[in-house]
């Protein structure tokens, strides 16, 4: 294993430890609303706080980009970005739905070349290092051999923070509802992502996502052999928050499918 993706698995698994802990201890959790329908909670912090430290640690001049804000102080354009969601599910965690992860991708002169994404409830840990394939615990992980759409199961998320996205996602679901064998929505994006390159799903589309949601997941997704773009398959995914990654077949029946629908601020 690269030794930055070491460091990244030892601070996902001391985050995971984190969340586990607060897990049992729901009901006495500080949560702040952080805008509608938007929540962070004291373990989001913390976990955030041991993420950090464990990367600065080893690589003391690397830049953080972090959902909770860690980062903010630091050089703004460094050669190696960490980008961190440190509890990717914060919902589902604080109503006790077991669907919730820690995200950590390391972005290197622009591209993602370091992936680490644990779902601390079944001990499952996503790898992926550019070029080397990506892994479930020692697994190599292929995305599903499913060609024909209506045969796929896809999953999904809807844009939850605002409402100015919904009627056209609204109409994207009700498509991808007519053509597939069935939608699902868990509510961690980045774990839908590993979902992908698994085989679990065959495809995953949502709008209105940040670049900790989707980095580290990009790369698992690429690495297992399947596609990831924007709602026109473009690679500005990261900036834009769309998001369609599938199997490469499906991918383009994924984008036929979702075309008509895309909100003409995003064309």
Request: proline share 5%.
């Amino acid at each position: 294993m690269h030794p930055m993706l070491s460091t990244a698995v030892k601070a996902a698994r001391h985050a995971g430890s984190v969340i586990q802990r607060g897990a049992r201890d729901l009901d006495r959790l500080t949560v702040t609303r952080k805008g509608h329908n938007d929540f962070a909670s004291e373990v989001d912090h913390a976990a955030e706080r041991v993420i950090v430290e464990t990367l600065l640690e080893a690589y003391p001049t690397h830049g953080i980009l972090a959902e909770e804000g860690s980062g903010k102080d630091r050089e703004s354009d460094p050669e190696f970005l960490w980008i961190i969601d440190p509890l990717d599910g914060t919902t589902n965690f604080l109503h006790g739905f077991p669907q919730y992860c820690v995200s950590i991708a390391l972005k290197h002169r622009g591209k993602i070349t370091q992936a680490v994404i644990y779902d601390p409830v079944h001990n499952d840990l996503f790898t992926a290092t550019r070029g080397r394939g990506a892994f479930l615990n020692d697994r190599r992980l292929r995305v599903s051999r499913r060609i024909e759409l209506k045969d796929c199961l896809i999953g999904t998320g809807f844009p939850f923070r605002e409402g100015r996205h919904l009627d056209a996602y609204l109409a994207m679901m009700k498509a991808m509802v007519e053509r597939t064998a069935g939608l699902r929505r868990p509510g961690a994006a980045a774990l839908d992502l590993a979902y992908v390159a698994a085989g679990y799903y065959d495809g995953f589309w949502e709008l209105g996502l940040s670049p900790w949601d989707i980095a580290a997941g990009s790369l698992l997704v690429q690495e297992a052999g399947g596609l990831i773009g924007d709602l026109q398959g473009n690679d500005t995914y990261l900036d834009s928050g769309q998001v369609v990654a599938a199997t490469p077949k499906v991918f383009a029946q994924m984008l036929q499918a979702l075309a008509p629908f895309i909100p003409p601020a995003e064309n």
